[in-house]
């Protein structure tokens, strides 16, 4: 139906993550992360671009592999109550206007909680929980897993001691145990907190070999797997 061939270079490295679709304002769109660190927003009838973001830090540096410094995206935009929650990653997290591509908060978790980023990359997506934007952060003291107002950006609350790299793999919260449950696989083990005020639930050590934790845990009944 179209094409759009202006996503701009080093966009290679869009194809570890999916673009995302919404309707906003009655307008589809779908929002294209960019291996460049730009986050674009195209009219999905047309392929025509509305806004476009760029989430890198000011003279940033693009290098074939997805080295350099831009804040490369590896992760997929969260499109929600029109705002888009994007985790870069070199560990820039912003909030965006759905509609405009304005930034309605940001937060640098190297220089706000001295996170230590992946090898590859932060490649976690944001997790939208009621009123909580929830990242697997990798900070300190005790931020491997952050939650912040979705609204403001302000912390809510942090939990874990990260120790080591944060892994690779998306948290996601499940019902189970009369619970709402945040189920976090890094590479200590695979850990329960409560969502609301990530108080620890419960924890079973599972080492990831070389910080890979990779794949997302999947709930199947009263298995989680």
Request: hydrophobic share 40%; glycine share 12%.
């Amino acid at each position: 139906l179209w094409e759009n061939t202006d996503v701009g270079e080093g966009v290679l490295h869009g194809s570890w993550t999916n673009p995302a679709y919404a309707e906003i304002d009655g307008q589809a769109q779908i929002i294209v992360p960019g291996g460049n660190g730009i986050i674009y927003a195209l009219n999905a009838e047309t392929g025509e671009e509305i806004w476009r973001f760029d989430c890198n830090p000011k003279d940033a540096e693009w290098a074939l592999g997805g080295r350099g410094t831009r804040n490369n995206i590896l992760s997929t935009p969260v499109v929600y109550d029109d705002r888009v929650y994007i985790a870069g990653a070199t560990g820039m997290i912003f909030c965006l206007d759905a509609a405009t591509g304005k930034v309605l908060w940001q937060k640098d978790s190297v220089a706000d909680y001295d996170t230590n980023i992946p090898v590859w990359g932060t490649s976690s997506a944001a997790l939208i929980e009621d009123n909580l934007a929830i990242f697997l952060l990798g900070g300190e003291p005790d931020a491997l897993v952050v939650a912040f107002d979705k609204h403001t950006g302000a912390e809510v609350w942090r939990a874990l001691e990260s120790k080591t790299e944060m892994g690779y793999a998306q948290p996601l919260v499940i019902d189970a145990g009369g619970a709402r449950q945040l189920i976090v696989w890094h590479p200590r083990g695979l850990t329960s907190l409560n969502p609301t005020t990530g108080t620890l639930y419960w924890e079973e050590p599972f080492d990831g070999r070389a910080n890979m934790t990779v794949a997302d845990a999947v709930q199947s009944g009263s298995y989680l797997l």
